[in-house]
């Protein structure tokens, strides 16, 4: 069954560094995805990306943060200068463009970023 | 807008007893409605999705859950309860709006006893 991977499974960076986080969505897919779970809280919608844009971003989802994709196969989140509050666990996602199919989201294993 | 109450954030069952695990939603148009599982330190795996068609849905793992427009509710439920259901449950909206962020509810852990 096709997957999303995600890389690094785990992170560690220091407050004001950059991070990049890495996922390969389903070949056939093409709408993407950023979710992140902050420890004990609710999975949060960060950014969608379709067409090469983004198509829809949070309140969450601010200058800090950017999404590209950068070859036909990556679709990455850069988060510019960390901060202690985005220790979370970052979920990549992607989708078909069916409607009638409920858009098959299908999720990455995340990445855990842990800021120190 | 459209929101998810899960209405237990911890459920525990003893093995081989019935599982349920409730969830109301709310959605200014016909929804899409999911329920997603977390295991331990995995990501989030797709149970079964609502789009509009059957309104019992049947999913992996032999959960199923009903949509019913008037309670707005999407149960998941379980005939029969295994250890390796032990997990986060999530459910899950979509509204068809045109947008495609999901909005997740707050979770429920199950616990099953032996």
């Known amino acids: 069954e096709p997957e999303v991977t995600q890389t690094p499974s785990h992170q560690v960076t220091q407050m004001g560094q950059e991070v990049i986080l890495r996922c390969v969505p389903i070949s056939n897919h093409l709408y993407f995805y950023w979710y992140r779970q902050i420890l004990g809280q609710k999975v949060e919608f960060l950014v969608s990306f379709y067409n090469n844009e983004i198509s829809e971003k949070s309140e969450i989802f601010d200058d800090q943060f950017s999404v590209e994709r950068p070859d036909g196969s990556n679709f990455t989140l850069k988060i510019r200068s960390t901060k202690l509050e985005d220790s979370a666990m970052y979920f990549c996602a992607s989708s078909e463009v069916s409607q009638v199919s409920g858009y098959g989201y299908t999720f990455g294993s995340g990445t855990r970023l842990t800021v120190v | 807008a459209q929101s998810v109450t899960q209405l237990d954030s911890h459920v525990s069952v003893s093995e081989g007893t019935p599982v349920l695990l409730r969830c109301n939603y709310s959605?200014?148009?016909?929804?899409?409605l999911f329920w997603y599982v977390q295991h331990p330190n995995k990501g989030l795996q797709l149970l079964l999705k609502y789009t509009s068609a059957a309104t019992l849905v049947k999913g992996i793992n032999g959960f199923e859950a009903e949509f019913k427009k008037s309670e707005t509710s999407f149960h998941l439920t379980k005939p029969s309860a295994h250890m390796s259901d032990a997990a986060e449950y999530f459910c899950?909206?979509?509204?068809?709006?045109?947008?495609?962020?999901?909005?997740f509810g707050s979770g429920t852990r199950l616990q099953v006893q032996p």
């Open positions: 899950v909206v979509r509204a068809y709006t045109g947008r495609r962020a999901l909005t």
């Open positions: 959605s200014s148009y016909s929804p899409s």
